[in-house]
């Protein structure tokens, strides 16, 4: 086998968070980087826990990430089909093979018998392994009932290209169920026969399977196939860095980020960097530059930490090396309705000014509605100012009457503003913390602003002295 093919291959039972994409995300990688094969399989043999329009959302998740996948459901190819509820017939064809060979057998027990071996192996003070009740006379496989592997208890050792080598001894190795009563296969046989069958090259997957790898090695062993390269990516822990990340735990879809607007690059770029660096301090990849740098024997045999405020810091250096002209259009969808009257230059120039303030893309209402509609004059902006509520309401209006005189006389171009307004304070004697806080709030009502200069020459200048004079007839009012 010599060309490098990886897979992904989630259950239905719900969204993906960052931990499993971040799993595909450097099985992705590992293709891509070799001119390999990416494969999406999907594993849907528990029925019971399968969530409606799971697989519609997973696929959809990585086309939105733009991690293309080269075969899946939807993407046929020489090896599929690539839903596992499609392929039963395979799956009971090499089950045969194993009861041929003496090495599977219909289940004998019930769960109460199962209960009492189990019962029993705790009075002995012995660990439960089903092998050590299996009958001497393998019973033979009646499909309403579940077929079990013969296992042949043994000591392992294997090479894991992220952990090393590792060993195992023979209380690792049990029988196991391999078709369940339904006629479904188990995941520890069906993704054996599958990734076999679909000629994988490397298997990625977290550290919750390594405890069933001597069980996948006895079963490799009993279907005399070879095993495919192994890699144990780490775990991700929850923000507390105690336990695992999960759904149970509040982790969020992957889809939930786009919607907020982060960028698929920032994402992609941030799971990578959750258990992988390339030796250096480089934070920021573009995925041309992860392809090229990935290696499995990089990625960290201790716990990554998901850290959010890591994810929203990475998508603000994104937005801001996007250029205006890309960022628009990514943002179609963020801008507020009030907009919509607006030309496109208009809202490029205003883009163009929050860029360097934006952290994802939702943001972008919050902090650009005073441009759309006329703000409500909100008194504690000034009562509340740790510096203003203590200035004189008169000398107050009095730097708005001068700012407004000055501005009035201008051309309203960029420089000239910001002259106007810098004279102004050498005029006035007053520091920018207090003339020129004055005016942001007068003129957008907000405490804070991008640069005051370049917000006022967007607004333009009637609307900006218009602004002005109603904060100084609000400001009289209070007297």
Do not use: C
Request: charged share 25%; aromatic share 10%; net charge positive.
């Amino acid at each position: 086998m010599n060309k490098i093919r990886t897979r992904f291959a989630p259950s239905p039972t719900g969204f993906l968070h960052i931990g499993g994409v971040r799993t595909a995300l450097y099985a992705w990688l590992l293709a891509k980087q070799n001119k390999g094969d990416f494969v999406i399989r999907i594993e849907d043999t528990d029925k019971d826990r399968e969530v409606e329009g799971s697989i519609e959302h997973i696929l959809k998740t990585f086309k939105m990430l733009g991690l293309d996948y080269d075969e899946g459901p939807d993407k046929p190819g020489p090896f599929g089909p690539y839903m596992q509820s499609e392929r039963l017939p395979i799956y009971h064809e090499w089950a045969l093979k194993l009861v041929s060979k003496g090495l599977a057998y219909g289940d004998p027990f019930s769960k109460e018998e199962v209960e009492g071996y189990r019962i029993d192996a705790k009075q002995k003070k012995l660990p439960f392994l089903y092998r050590n009740y299996r009958p001497n006379k393998l019973p033979a496989w009646d499909k309403s009932k579940p077929l079990r592997f013969k296992s042949n208890p043994q000591k392992y050792t294997w090479n894991d290209i992220v952990l090393g080598q590792i060993q195992s001894n023979e209380n690792a190795i049990d029988d196991f169920i391999l078709i369940k009563s339904d006629g479904y296969p188990t995941y520890n046989f069906a993704h054996i026969v599958d990734d076999y069958l679909m000629q994988i090259s490397h298997v990625i997957r977290s550290q919750e399977f390594i405890a069933s790898v001597p069980k996948f090695l006895n079963l490799y062993q009993a279907l005399e196939i070879e095993p495919p390269i192994l890699a144990t990516v780490p775990a991700i822990l929850g923000p507390d860095g105690r336990k695992k990340l999960s759904k149970r735990d509040n982790a969020k879809d992957i889809l939930d980020y786009l919607k907020e607007g982060y960028l698929k690059e920032a994402l992609i770029n941030f799971m990578a960097l959750l258990g992988w660096n390339d030796s250096t301090e480089q934070e920021i990849f573009n995925v041309d530059q992860l392809i090229s740098k990935f290696k499995l024997s990089n990625v960290q045999k201790s716990p990554a930490k998901f850290d959010e405020r890591r994810l929203v810091w990475m998508n603000g250096q994104y937005i801001r090396m996007t250029s205006t002209t890309e960022l628009y259009a990514l943002a179609k969808s963020y801008w507020p309705n009030d907009s919509k009257t607006f030309s496109q230059d208009y809202k490029m120039a205003v883009l163009d000014l929050i860029k360097e303030r934006l952290k994802y893309l939702s943001e972008i209402p919050d902090l650009t509605s005073f441009f759309f509609v006329e703000p409500k004059i909100d008194p504690s902006l000034i009562t509340d100012n740790k510096i203003l509520s203590k200035i004189d309401n008169q000398f107050l209006i009095k730097l708005l009457e001068l700012s407004h005189q000055r501005l009035s006389k201008t051309s309203f171009k960029l420089e000239e503003i910001k002259n106007t307004l810098n004279d102004l304070l050498l005029e006035t004697a007053q520091k920018p913390v207090v003339l020129f806080s004055l005016i942001r709030i007068a003129t957008t009502q907000s405490p804070a602003s991008p640069s005051l200069f370049e917000t006022i020459a967007i607004l333009g200048k009637d609307k900006t002295l218009s602004r002005i004079e109603t904060q100084i007839k609000a400001l009289k009012n209070y007297e």
